[in-house]
């Protein structure tokens, strides 16, 4: 919506009057204020409560090829989040950044030339080509126009991790400067099936790709590749493919001083194989010695060269905040969040090139206004505010929410508890709900009993190796140390059972995740197990918005000594160890 003189007088009185006039003043904007056209309108009549309709009329229009994608940095960006805000002022909720809808993220976007990328192994003096998304993928975080690397020796590097903790260090006994190393994604408890390493099947962060790029830059790697399986990865190559290709986002370097490594991606399980079979060794026998405490890194007789052009551009995309302010601590504040990004259209594709979102996560987006809605048109106000956080580039790395923790607009201290919301199962009822990451904090205590009355129950994620605690943008308030709920929808389904449940996710990955096919779909789409799942989350939100507790995590929990550190607590009053 363009601001008026009167909506920017309007938003100008907020700043300094009591909640009442206050709301009435955003109420006022919301009705004064023209619709711009970036911002498709919608006629729809929305409901007070939690509502199916409203929800999928959420979805339906931020889902549509008219918001070609939700790419960050791109036109539909400027339509996503005028939507958004758009949506927050006709709920009555007030800028939730200052006096400003928006909070300012720093990007820098980096497109590759993926028809010039080259990749050559040479192996006894033989070279091997390797194809830009058929065999390989490449890219360059660190902003130059060209990266050249010039036999750079490569190095089998088990899982490429290097953890303490654990004591475990697959760059044991070598120097990889220089080098390109080359490892396995996920972690060595997984593939070896053995509970004692790590956290077994479950992967720990570790396994994550983004902590695998950030360790070799660390180790001083000129590049670095991950072997993808499907297992291990938890998605085909045709993901990884469609995540790397097109425009990449990163926060600039000031803003984000991790190191980064001058070129790394991912090759296939296939071109893997025959690269090490032609420098005379075994993947699959590499693979299961990589699984072992004591594992030493492998130097394959065999160099790598690569050329890769980009173009970098410092832009911005923005976080759009909307807040309901308490009526007695609206300094204390409870963050429902859901990322609005997606990846955009992919002009170089035939067909339907629009990767519209719909379940990932255009569901989100919606799951946060029906619960806005829900509590500002509440006959008694929360006593603490609660902020509603819509973030960009989650599909990029969580960066959103990354810079949103390095700046908040409530301080973390001050922070209650965040619910992230993230890819809605529109699969009917469920016998229960997955609780991403469970056994983590005592928010999960206070979700039970809300449980019980629908006769329901809390589950891990089925698929554990997946890393989905590490996937969305929860994680980077948890390692703050800020309390993080991340619900999922059940798997149990009142029809069909676990097989349903199982096949659904099954056939969702596999046919629309990070895919064009990823639609809205009227005639399909069951939306009351959402809409329960919602309510329950609302309620837990009503719950600590009025009651003052500030729940804790669990005993144990590597996030737990942040937020003692923020929050000091009694002995006494230690939470006890999860279940």
Same mark, same amino acid.
């Given at each position: 919506?363009?601001?008026?003189?009167?909506?920017?007088?309007?938003?100008?009185?907020?700043?300094?009057?009591?909640?009442?006039?206050?709301?009435?003043?955003?109420?006022?904007?919301?009705?004064?204020?023209?619709?711009?056209?970036?911002?498709?309108?919608?006629?729809?009549?929305?409901?007070?409560?939690?509502?199916?309709?409203?929800?999928?009329?959420?979805?339906?229009?931020?889902?549509?090829?008219?918001?070609?994608?939700?790419?960050?940095?791109?036109?539909?960006?400027?339509?996503?989040?005028?939507?958004?805000?758009?949506?927050?002022?006709?709920?009555?909720?007030?800028?939730?950044?200052?006096?400003?809808?928006?909070?300012?993220?720093?990007?820098?976007?980096?497109?590759?030339?993926?028809?010039?990328?080259?990749?050559?192994?040479?192996?006894?003096?033989?070279?091997?080509?390797?194809?830009?998304?058929?065999?390989?993928?490449?890219?360059?975080?660190?902003?130059?126009?060209?990266?050249?690397?010039?036999?750079?020796?490569?190095?089998?590097?088990?899982?490429?991790?290097?953890?303490?903790?654990?004591?475990?260090?697959?760059?044991?006994?070598?120097?990889?400067?220089?080098?390109?190393?080359?490892?396995?994604?996920?972690?060595?408890?997984?593939?070896?099936?053995?509970?004692?390493?790590?956290?077994?099947?479950?992967?720990?962060?570790?396994?994550?790709?983004?902590?695998?790029?950030?360790?070799?830059?660390?180790?001083?790697?000129?590049?670095?590749?991950?072997?993808?399986?499907?297992?291990?990865?938890?998605?085909?190559?045709?993901?990884?493919?469609?995540?790397?290709?097109?425009?990449?986002?990163?926060?600039?370097?000031?803003?984000?001083?991790?190191?980064?490594?001058?070129?790394?991606?991912?090759?296939?399980?296939?071109?893997?194989?025959?690269?090490?079979?032609?420098?005379?060794?075994?993947? $699959?026998?590499?693979?299961? #010695?990589?699984?072992? &405490?004591?594992? /030493?890194?492998? %130097?394959?007789?065999?160099? *790598?060269? @690569? !050329?890769?052009?980009?173009?970098?551009?410092?832009?911005?995309?923005?976080?759009?905040?909307?807040?309901?302010?308490?009526?007695?601590?609206?300094?204390?504040?409870?963050?429902?969040?859901?990322?609005?990004?997606?990846?955009?259209?992919?002009?170089?594709?035939?067909?339907?090139?629009?990767?519209?979102?719909?379940?990932?996560?255009?569901?989100?987006?919606? $799951?946060?206004?029906?619960? #806005?809605?829900?509590? &500002?048109?509440? /006959?008694?106000? %929360?006593?603490?505010?609660? *902020?509603? @956080? !819509?973030?960009?580039?989650?599909?990029?790395?969580?960066?959103?929410?990354?810079?949103?923790?390095?700046?908040?607009?409530?301080?973390?201290?001050?922070?209650?508890?965040?619910?992230?919301?993230?890819?809605?199962?529109?699969?009917?009822?469920?016998?229960?709900?997955?609780?991403?990451?469970?056994?983590?904090?005592?928010?999960?205590?206070?979700?039970?009993?809300?449980?019980?009355?629908?006769?329901?129950?809390?589950?891990?994620?089925?698929?554990?190796?997946?890393?989905?605690?590490?996937?969305?943008?929860?994680?980077?308030?948890?390692?703050?140390?800020?309390?993080?709920?991340?619900?999922?929808?059940?798997?149990?389904?009142?029809?069909?059972?676990?097989?349903?449940?199982?096949?659904?996710?099954?056939?969702?990955?596999?046919?629309?995740?990070?895919?064009?096919?990823?639609?809205?779909?009227?005639?399909?789409?069951?939306?009351?197990?959402?809409?329960?799942?919602?309510?329950?989350?609302?309620?837990?939100?009503?719950?600590?918005?009025?009651?003052?507790?500030?729940?804790?995590?669990?005993?144990?929990?590597?996030?737990?000594?942040?937020?003692?550190?923020?929050?000091?607590?009694?002995?006494?009053?230690?939470?006890?160890?999860?279940?």
């Amino acid at each position: 919506m363009r601001a008026t003189t009167l909506s920017l007088a309007l938003l100008a009185l907020c700043a300094c009057t009591p909640r009442g006039d206050q709301q009435a003043a955003v109420d006022a904007t919301a009705d004064a204020a023209p619709a711009t056209d970036a911002a498709p309108t919608s006629t729809h009549a929305f409901n007070d409560a939690i509502d199916a309709g409203d929800f999928a009329e959420h979805v339906k229009q931020l889902a549509s090829d008219e918001f070609g994608g939700r790419g960050p940095g791109t036109p539909s960006e400027e339509k996503t989040v005028e939507y958004i805000k758009a949506q927050f002022a006709r709920i009555g909720l007030q800028p939730g950044n200052g006096s400003d809808w928006f909070q300012t993220v720093p990007m820098v976007e980096t497109t590759a030339d993926e028809a010039s990328a080259s990749m050559v192994a040479t192996v006894g003096g033989v070279t091997q080509a390797l194809k830009f998304g058929t065999d390989m993928v490449i890219g360059t975080r660190t902003g130059q126009a060209q990266v050249d690397i010039k036999d750079s020796p490569l190095v089998f590097i088990g899982y490429g991790v290097d953890a303490p903790e654990q004591q475990w260090n697959d760059y044991a006994g070598i120097d990889v400067k220089g080098k390109t190393v080359v490892m396995l994604v996920n972690d060595p408890g997984f593939h070896a099936g053995d509970a004692k390493l790590f956290d077994g099947k479950r992967m720990t962060y570790y396994g994550r790709w983004t902590y695998k790029f950030e360790e070799a830059a660390r180790k001083g790697a000129a590049a670095a590749l991950i072997i993808h399986d499907t297992e291990g990865a938890s998605y085909g190559w045709d993901v990884v493919k469609n995540s790397w290709s097109g425009p990449q986002y990163d926060l600039p370097a000031k803003d984000d001083p991790a190191p980064r490594v001058p070129a790394q991606g991912w090759i296939t399980g296939e071109a893997a194989t025959a690269l090490f079979k032609a420098a005379g060794q075994d993947l $699959a026998k590499l693979r299961a #010695a990589a699984n072992k &405490r004591g594992f /030493k890194p492998v %130097p394959l007789d065999a160099s *790598l060269s @690569l !050329a890769l052009k980009s173009t970098s551009v410092e832009k911005a995309s923005r976080n759009v905040v909307g807040l309901l302010p308490g009526s007695e601590t609206p300094d204390e504040a409870i963050v429902y969040m859901a990322h609005w990004d997606h990846l955009g259209t992919h002009d170089g594709e035939t067909g339907d090139n629009i990767y519209n979102g719909a379940v990932d996560n255009a569901t989100g987006v919606a $799951a946060i206004m029906e619960i #806005a809605e829900s509590f &500002r048109k509440a /006959k008694v106000p %929360p006593k603490r505010s609660i *902020l509603f @956080l !819509a973030v960009t580039l989650e599909e990029s790395g969580l960066l959103g929410s990354k810079y949103y923790v390095a700046h908040p607009v409530i301080p973390l201290d001050k922070t209650v508890a965040v619910f992230n919301l993230d890819a809605l199962s529109p699969v009917g009822k469920a016998r229960d709900i997955t609780v991403v990451g469970k056994g983590s904090s005592q928010l999960e205590d206070l979700l039970k009993p809300l449980l019980d009355a629908q006769k329901r129950k809390p589950v891990g994620e089925t698929n554990t190796a997946a890393g989905y605690y590490f996937r969305s943008d929860h994680f980077n308030f948890a390692k703050a140390g800020v309390p993080s709920l991340y619900l999922d929808s059940g798997t149990d389904l009142l029809e069909g059972g676990q097989a349903a449940g199982d096949a659904a996710g099954k056939d969702y990955t596999d046919n629309r995740y990070h895919k064009a096919g990823d639609h809205f779909d009227a005639a399909t789409w069951k939306l009351d197990g959402i809409i329960q799942d919602l309510e329950v989350v609302t309620t837990l939100g009503t719950t600590l918005a009025n009651d003052g507790q500030w729940p804790n995590w669990y005993a144990g929990n590597p996030f737990k000594a942040a937020r003692d550190a923020m929050r000091p607590v009694a002995p006494e009053s230690a939470p006890p160890a999860g279940k």
